[in-house]
T-cell receptor, first 113, second 115 residues
């Protein structure tokens, strides 16, 4: 079973618009991370938010974390065609799942010029 | 250059054969991971290791085996017991800080096809 579930599964927007995707998870975590994958390639780390943080920014990225709801969101502002990729959340487990880095199913984002 | 290297990039296996996928990192990372990705799907955890000579099963370990004899290396063997091994395999590594793992660095993947 997958720890994280992203929503929506797919998102199509135009350049300049914002893209928002959500991630829900099931068990307690040390941190939550977001990654990007271009087709057929490895994943690239975007941002990490710790369990005691609520919001984090990095350039055009904004991540929120609500541990009471076990959910996170990733916002990409002013999207560009180069943002076209799949985006995954990953949870770094704690206690019985210490060191277990699990990924969700991903959101496929297409940005059209 | 520092990084994580997977080899080979493409691998073809006959049914009934075992094959081993290589993963090497020179980032001095403690933790290493193996994932399987099927077309249009997310990553599923096969095995992970936080320290040399120790590793744990992930969510889909059946039909796979690993070893962690050196910090730098975490090879994955896909055995004949894995019924549907055709997939994209990704290896990753990260630091373990005591407060959880840091960002993971990924290799470029090995695409395994059963012929």
């Amino acid at each position: 079973s997958q720890q994280g579930e992203e929503d929506p599964q797919a998102l199509s927007i135009q350049e300049g618009e914002n893209a928002t995707m959500n991630c829900s998870y099931k068990t307690s975590i040390n941190n939550l991370q977001w990654y990007r994958q271009n087709s057929g390639r490895g994943l690239v780390h975007l941002i990490l938010i710790r369990s005691n943080e609520r919001e984090k920014h990095s350039g055009r990225l904004r991540v929120t974390l609500d541990t009471s709801k076990k959910s996170s969101s990733l916002l990409i502002t002013a999207s560009r065609a180069a943002d076209t990729a799949s985006y995954f959340c990953a949870t770094d487990g704690t206690t019985d799942s210490w060191g277990k880095l699990q990924f969700g199913a991903g959101t496929q984002v297409v940005v059209t010029p | 250059d520092g990084g994580i290297t997977q080899s080979p990039k493409y691998l073809f296996r006959k049914e009934g054969q075992n094959v081993t996928l290589s993963c090497e990192q020179n980032l001095n990372h403690d933790a290493m991971y193996w994932y399987r990705q099927d077309p249009g799907q997310g990553l599923r955890l096969i095995y992970y290791s936080q320290i040399v000579n120790d590793f744990q099963k992930g969510d889909i370990a059946e039909g796979y085996s690993v070893s962690r004899e050196k910090k730098e290396s975490f090879p994955l063997t896909v055995t004949s017991a894995q019924k549907n091994p055709t997939a994209f395999y990704l290896c990753a590594s990260s630091f373990e800080t005591g407060r959880g793992n840091t960002e993971a660095f990924f290799g470029q993947g090995t695409r395994l096809t059963v012929v």
